[in-house]
Each structure stands twice: as C-alpha cells, then as structure tokens.
Nanobody
Framework: QVQLVESGGGLVQAGGSLRLSCAASGRTFSRYAMGWFRQAPGKEREFVAG???????NYAGSVKGRLTISRDNAKNTVYLQMNSLKPEDTAVYYC????????????????????WGQGTQVTVPS
C-alpha cells in the first residue's frame, strides 16, 4: 500500500512558476513509476508528465518545455517544476504511482496507475 500526499499548489500569475511535490509512504518508492495528471472543471483527467522507476520521462505535448518532472528516491518524493504557467494550466493536479516491472516505461493512462493522491489546486488567472 502506498499513500501519496501532494503539496505546493496555489495561485500564481501567468508566466510565473510553482513546484509541486508528492511525498510517498513505503519503502519501495524506487520501484514505482510516478505520474502527474490534472483535471480542470468540466474536463476529463489528463496526463501531464511521468517518470519511470529508472528515471525516463514523458510529457504531454502541451506542457513540454515548461514543466519538468523529477524524483528523489532518498526522500520518497516526486516533483513537478512548473514554469511559464498559463491560464489553461489551471486544474487540480494529482500524483499517481504504478508498481513498475519495466524500469524504462512511463505509463500515460490513468488506468495504469495503482495509487493516487488527493490533489492540489493550481490556479493561473487570465
């Protein structure tokens, strides 16, 4: 069982930056692929970024070059550095974990993930 707790969301002006954190419980964090998803009001949850257990990364096209995912296995934490934020980035951001048997694979679909955090709100006013 893995528990995930996100933090770092908030209100930021367009062009600004935020860093989201997701702290995971358990001693096998390094074996999990981690992902960030987001859900805006009235829209479906969408993949934002993911990092494999081996450190490979994958991004949605809409965020590539602006958002960076990273992980610190010693701290059981995954991060999402968000730069050049836009109003369309406004959403609840969720952290997710998938027990990985392929250290280079980054799941992009929510159904692949086993555990989810409660979400953190990011708001970028227009």
């Amino acid at each position: 069982q893995v528990q995930l707790v996100e933090s770092g969301g908030g209100l930021v002006q367009a062009g600004g930056s935020l860093r989201l954190s997701c702290a995971a419980s358990g001693r096998t964090f390094s074996r999990y692929a981690m992902g960030w998803f987001r859900q805006a009001p009235g829209k479906e949850r969408e993949f934002v970024a993911g990092i494999s257990s081996g450190g490979s990364t994958n991004y949605a096209g809409s965020v590539k070059g602006r958002l960076t995912i990273s992980r610190d296995n010693a701290k059981n934490t995954v991060y999402l550095q968000m730069n050049s934020l836009k109003p369309e980035d406004t959403a609840v951001y969720y952290c997710a974990a998938e027990f990985s048997r392929n250290m280079d694979f980054v799941p992009r679909y929510a159904v692949n993930y086993d555990y989810w955090g409660q979400g953190t709100q990011v708001t970028v006013p227009s």
